[in-house]
């Protein structure tokens, strides 16, 4: 089993807050404004489109050809998921299964311990104890000690 009390965390300091939080800024304005330049793209391809006398037909295939490539890269991402979730099945079936065995049979064997400790040490030592109890009281009564 390994030891991970000797490994630190570096402390979160403000400046990396402050930097984390700048470089999120950025990303999202980055998103923001490809977004808008690719709706304005869209637009004018429409506008051009709608025009008379424009190649449609050549857009049509040049459209036509663009689309299969994204699915031939959809396809690809697809099967390095598919990778991916067979490797993860992998290891939860390596690795973490047999962690989970090894804590049950802990936890029965901390049972069965508990179980042993309760029966011969702590059982009797109550029993001497309420016996001991009883003895002092008979004791208080009957006068030979006093309190």
């Given at each position: 089993m390994?030891?991970?009390?000797?490994?630190?965390?570096?402390?979160v300091t403000?400046?990396?807050?402050?930097?984390?939080?700048r470089q999120q800024r950025r990303i999202v304005i980055t998103v923001a404004i490809a977004g808008v330049i690719f709706?304005?793209?869209?637009v004018l391809a429409v506008i051009f489109l709608l025009r008379p006398g424009t190649p449609t037909e050549t857009i049509r295939d040049i459209f036509i050809i663009f689309v299969a490539l994204e699915s031939l890269?959809?396809?690809?991402?697809?099967?390095?998921l598919i990778i991916q979730i067979a490797s993860l099945i992998n290891l939860l079936?390596?690795?973490?299964?047999?962690?989970l065995s090894a804590t049950n049979e802990t936890v029965n064997t901390l049972r069965?311990?508990?179980e042993f400790l309760s029966e011969n040490v702590v059982e009797p030592v109550i029993k001497l104890n309420s016996y001991l109890a009883g003895l002092q009281k008979l004791l208080n009564?009957?006068?030979?000690k006093k309190r």
């Open positions: 390994a030891d991970y009390s000797n490994e630190t965390t570096p402390p403000a400046e990396s807050e402050a930097e984390a939080l709706i304005t793209l869209i890269v959809i396809g690809a991402a697809l099967i390095i079936q390596n690795e973490v299964r047999p962690i069965g311990t508990t009564l009957v006068g030979l």
